[in-house]
């Protein structure tokens, strides 16, 4: 497919066309030179806006994420004004960095409404939860009229925490009797998060009941945090929409409570970093003379005969010289 001009891609997004969107989300998420200076081209000419909401939904597999964002993605759909963009990460296979991409197929009937967007995207072993490339993503889906942003992350993990610095609200999705109820979460999760909600309470109420109670209590057992707001906990069934549309008001409750724009506006700094860092990394492995060297020292720290810490002084000397 050929490359548009950068004004058609800017247009198209501006005017919500789906297939500009998406052709610009494609060169947001290319690894070529000339991709990337488009896609910062168009990014650099797309309007910001601190009246859209971002909102990250994390959790384990089979807590049964999809169902959920597609339950809430309806409910968001069917009340007049609301336009809803999907960003789904897929792990990505480590041996192939391909990735299953079935979120939009297990988002039945979201996909199909027309004021939805779906976007799959392979995580490509990229850490934090989340795509290299979903910052810029959510730029482009809120210039393109989605005025609430879902990202989808990969899991739940301590490497898996980048989205926290990118959405405005961070909902950890869980399941009642995974064992007991506080093991296998992470400390700096529970410090992060905005919200929990407590999903297949449908199979057993009560002790869904149980768990939101026990959260509950060990949310408050944390340092209060800086801006006031303490996480609430919610139950629901994604599978048959119980409660789903409970969790709405939650979401609008904390953005009265929290100045959304003041942490945006860390966010952006933050994003700055980030690109530095990845720019740096890129300049690094673009380098003649460590690209010519790289192969031969990986293998010499792999045999041991160079300690990983006497290689990475060689290859950072090649870099600077």
């Given at each position: ?25 494609t ?13 910062s ?12 909401y971002?909102?990250a ?89 989605y ?27 869980m ?15 529970i ?28 949310l408050?057992?944390?340092p ?26 939650m ?32 300049s690094f ?37």
């Open positions: 497919m050929s490359r548009l001009t950068l004004t058609e891609y800017v247009e198209g997004v501006l005017r919500g066309d789906r297939s500009a969107l998406a052709r610009a989300i060169l947001i998420e290319s690894d070529l030179p000339v991709d990337n200076e488009l896609a081209q168009i990014l650099d000419r797309l309007p910001r806006s601190d009246h859209t971002r909102i939904i994390t959790g384990a597999p089979g807590v049964g994420k999809s169902t959920f964002i597609d339950a809430l993605g309806m409910h968001l759909v069917n009340d007049p004004g609301h336009r809803v963009a999907v960003l789904s990460v897929d792990p990505s296979s480590i041996a192939s960095g391909g990735s299953i991409l079935g979120d939009k197929t297990r988002m039945e009937r979201l996909s199909l409404h027309d004021r939805a967007f779906i976007r799959p995207t392979p995580a490509r072993g990229h850490l934090g939860g989340v795509a290299r490339s979903t910052r810029e993503t959510i730029v482009l889906c809120e210039a393109a009229g005025d609430i942003v879902l990202v989808e992350t990969v899991g739940v993990g301590q490497s898996e925490t980048a989205v926290h610095s990118m959405v405005d609200f961070f909902l950890l999705l399941i009642p009797g995974a064992g007991d109820e506080l093991q296998g979460i992470k400390r700096g999760i410090e992060m998060l905005d919200g929990m909600v407590i999903n297949k309470a449908d199979n057993d109420t009560a002790r869904a009941e149980r768990a939101r109670a026990e959260y509950s209590n060990a408050h057992l944390f209060p945090r800086p801006d006031g707001w303490v996480p609430r906990v919610l139950t629901c069934s994604a599978l048959t929409g119980q409660n789903v549309p409970a969790v709405w008001p979401l609008l409750e904390y953005r009265k409570h929290v100045d959304l724009s003041a942490k945006r506006r860390q966010q952006a700094g933050d994003w700055m970093h980030e690109l530095v860092s990845l720019g740096l990394q890129d492995r673009r380098n003649p003379a460590v690209s010519r060297r790289l192969p031969e020292i990986t293998d010499a720290v792999r045999r041991g005969e160079l300690t990983p810490s006497a290689a990475a002084r060689e290859l950072l000397r090649l870099f600077r010289s």
